[in-house]
């Protein structure tokens, strides 16, 4: 985004924002896409589309910087309409490049397989072959790259060893726990459509209940024959499972977003099939056809006059854009050639100034600061040593609630340090 944009004159930030934008209109394109596919009706899919633009959160996100949740729901998403379409190397593909767009991903390579083999009971046309390898593709040209330019060990040991032996057991939580935490999160980030969370769960129920009524002359052999069908409820439990297992914030709930919106619809489409056969049952001349495009043309229109509505109402309040280069611009100030600056969680400096951080380490968060330990010579003691020699010009410090050493970069700071508290960021001006 950044490379297409600059020579047209475009700032990096503007240049992200404008093409997370596109991108969330093709993850809205791909829910109705995959939507009309699996339950054949176009309608279904435009309400569905309706949906994901009533979540505010969703369309906010994708207005505010580099969301990686949104390349792994859109290649998911792919890769579920691959499966419907029964091209398993265009699903191994996209599900993998979910996967490293972020690690849960990796569940839509796993649906890909579930499906294809029929639930691990057929091999034969090898269709999982092809999932897997083309899934083993993209990832090897990542391995590749990271081997080439010396980086192999920091890949695994931040990808897969932190993630296994310190940030999942120390982010594990009860069910209890986490079904709390989701509800506080739709009555917040999402309250103005958490009707749809609720009407999530019956179109999941109505869909399982039709298949379960589709194979009931075939018995147990034709529903297990029809699992490319049922890839789509498949992916959105295991995606529900990994958010009662870890689950950080709204953000987190993103990739669940499709989901609600393609079970919503049904359910939605399957309210209207029932009050039409009620109807006719009194009416038996009414023309079903077409009041059921009448009736599913006029929820599709009701939710979208909710989400324009809200979206017309909506203002921007601090800090804009403009503020946050205000006062970046005061903090720089400071510099001269030569000085160094170090940020711990305010990437917007960074960002922002276009300066290089004193280290690479920005976030130390949730362990990460005690898994130097594991990495750095010294460990964590011989990395801040090596830091405050360096004696950066400047230091800012945010995002630090969830840092086990928080109390050592304080000391530093209070002890070399002279404080600057502004509207967006305390910053700290080494004393002279």
Request: net charge positive; hydrophobic share 50%; charged share 20%.
């Amino acid at each position: 985004m950044i490379l297409a944009a600059r020579p047209f004159g475009v700032r990096d930030v503007v240049a992200i924002r404008l093409g997370f934008l596109g991108l969330l209109g093709l993850i809205v394109g791909c829910t109705t896409l995959v939507a009309a596919r699996f339950e054949g009706a176009r309608a279904v899919g435009l309400i569905a589309a309706a949906v994901m633009l009533c979540f505010d959160i969703f369309v906010k996100s994708h207005n505010a910087g580099v969301q990686p949740k949104t390349p792994m729901v859109l290649f998911g998403l792919l890769a579920l309409w691959a499966i419907a379409e029964d091209r398993p190397s265009l699903a191994g593909l996209g599900g993998m490049l979910s996967a490293l767009s972020w690690q849960p991903g990796l569940l839509f390579v796993g649906v890909a397989i579930l499906a294809f083999t029929r639930y691990l009971t057929s091999w034969r046309d090898l269709k999982w072959f092809k999932v897997v390898a083309a899934a083993v593709l993209p990832a090897a040209v990542l391995v590749i790259y990271f081997w080439v330019i010396g980086a192999l060990r920091d890949f695994y040991l931040w990808n897969v060893d932190f993630n296994a032996t310190v940030y999942g057991p120390n982010e594990l939580r009860s069910l209890s726990v986490s079904l709390n935490r989701l509800s506080r999160i739709i009555d917040g980030s999402f309250n103005a459509g958490k009707v749809f969370f609720y009407a999530a769960p019956l179109g999941v129920m109505v869909t399982i209940v039709s298949e379960l009524r589709r194979a009931r002359g075939g018995g147990l052999r034709s529903l297990i024959a029809a699992a490319p069908q049922h890839s789509i409820v498949m992916a959105a439990v295991l995606y529900f499972v990994f958010c009662m297992i870890d689950m950080q914030g709204g953000a987190d709930v993103i990739p669940l977003l499709p989901f609600v919106a393609i079970f919503s619809a049904i359910l939605f489409g399957f309210l209207v099939d029932q009050a039409i056969s009620l109807a006719s049952r009194f009416r038996p001349s009414l023309s079903t056809r077409t009041i059921k495009r009448w009736s599913l043309a006029l929820i599709c229109l009701v939710i979208v006059a909710h989400g324009a509505g809200r979206a017309f109402a909506y203002r921007l309040t601090f800090p804009t854009l403009n503020d946050q280069d205000a006062e970046v611009e005061e903090i720089t100030a400071n510099l001269n050639p030569g000085d160094t600056i170090f940020v711990h969680g305010a990437t917007e400096v960074l960002v922002l100034s276009g300066l290089t951080n004193a280290s690479k380490y920005f976030l130390l968060d949730r362990g990460k600061d005690r898994y130097l330990d594991k990495l750095e010579p010294g460990g964590f003691d011989g990395w801040f040593e090596r830091l405050k020699e360096q004696s950066p010009k400047v230091v800012v410090l945010d995002r630090m609630a969830r840092v086990d050493r928080k109390a050592v970069f304080q000391e530093w700071v209070d002890r070399d340090y002279e404080a600057h508290a502004g509207h967006l960021f305390t910053y700290y001006l080494r004393r002279e």
